[in-house]
């Protein structure tokens, strides 16, 4: 028997695209909309691919409120994942209007259409970040959120409040914040993962691009912090667990297993890894070389942090899975197959 429909918002982008494809795999319909702010049709091509399905596609932004009710009209989801967001820190700090215009204005078009339609189920990417630089290691979802240092983070906190009133004052309505931590890799069939325009913020992209060639030599941003080799330390979640994760989250509001009507979970595996721990893992595991050095801090970056997932393994049903050696082999094996490297 098909499962609901869920309706993807920023299905083409990095987490989007692997979560349409585990929710295809556990048996729901779904349909992808994204306005290729941070993608393009190659990423809904490649899902179509590895799951063998002709998934339905929207181009809308969802910050257009009348382009969007298009979408509540012609498909019949009851459940929506709403990825459609900007994520880079640094320029969030440059563009705070471009910042909490996409990220609040679509989740309120999104709140708002799902009300006047009768649709019930929302999971919101949260992330980490609100969590700020934590007291105590591993961060639960009851360890305060600290004010955010950036107005990425500011949306991130202000969508998880936002999500939580508009739930108590909906009849009917549900909803799930995962907080993810660093998600990393690419699927295994080499066919989607993370594709940054530009040069990469994140580690692990610019680690691969610079194994690739394409960069000179990583920069490994601090090694004079408190912690046991000197870099920062992260939970690095691989990119199909963080996917399942979504798949669990949708599987227990259209369920009715929910406690209460708004939810947050941590999404993580439990594990910090530090900067030069995951480049020397990289090297290790694909045995490549890669050209690195020690640069100084960047601004704004958290010492450590890492999940406590036991809520997410307890509650959602859901845990980790993949090793971290599996995950770097992942990100290299896309990163491969977009450069064309054998
Ligand atoms: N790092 C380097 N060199 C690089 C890039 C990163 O040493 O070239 C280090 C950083 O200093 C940090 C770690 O690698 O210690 C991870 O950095 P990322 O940029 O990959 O990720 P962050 O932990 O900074 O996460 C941030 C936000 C998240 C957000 C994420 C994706 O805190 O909320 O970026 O945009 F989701």
């Known amino acids: 028997m098909k499962k609901s429909c869920v309706l993807v918002c920023g299905g083409a982008g990095y987490i989007g695209s692997h979560t349409t494809v585990e929710l295809i795999n556990a048996g729901y319909d779904v349909v992808i909309a994204d306005n290729f702010s941070n993608s393009d049709m190659g990423a809904v091509e490649g899902v179509r691919k590895i799951t063998g399905v002709d998934i339905p596609f929207v181009e809308v932004d969802c910050c257009d409120l009348e382009a969007f009710r298009k979408v509540f009209e012609q498909y019949e989801f009851d459940s929506v994942i709403h990825f459609a967001a900007s994520k880079a820190v640094g320029e969030s700090v440059e563009k705070p ?137 992260r939970d690095y979640i691989d990119v199909v667990d963080l996917a399942k994760a979504h798949v669990a989250a949708i599987g227990r509001m259209v369920e009715n297993r929910n406690d209460e009507n708004y939810e947050i979970f941590n999404v993580g595996t439990g594990r910090g890894v530090s900067v030069l721990e995951l480049v020397n893992r990289f090297r290790e595991v694909n045995g490549v070389e890669l050209p690195c050095k020690i640069a100084p801090r960047r601004e704004g970056d958290i010492i450590a942090i890492w999940a406590d997932p036991t809520r997410a393994n307890t509650v959602l049903g859901w845990k980790a899975g993949r090793t971290l050696d599996e995950t770097l082999a992942a990100a290299w094996a896309w990163e491969k197959h977009v450069r064309g490297i054998e």
């Open 97 to 233: 209007m471009l910042y909490y215009r996409n990220n609040l204005l679509s989740l309120m078009n999104m709140i708002d259409l799902m009300r006047e339609f009768g649709r019930h189920n929302i999971v919101f990417s949260s992330s980490c970040t609100v969590y700020g630089e934590p007291d105590k290691q591993p961060v639960t979802e009851q360890t305060p959120r600290k004010p955010a240092t950036s107005p990425y983070g500011n949306t991130k906190q202000m969508s998880e409040d936002i999500l939580r009133d508009a739930v108590a004052a909906t009849e009917g309505l549900k909803g799930i914040a995962l907080r993810y931590f660093n998600p990393i890799g690419a699927h295994p069939s080499a066919l989607i993962g993370e594709l940054p325009r530009g040069v990469p913020q994140n580690l692990v992209p610019y680690i691969t691009q610079t194994a690739a060639g394409i960069r000179e030599c990583l920069s490994v941003f601090g090694d004079d912090y408190p912690t046991p080799d000197g870099s920062c330390i």
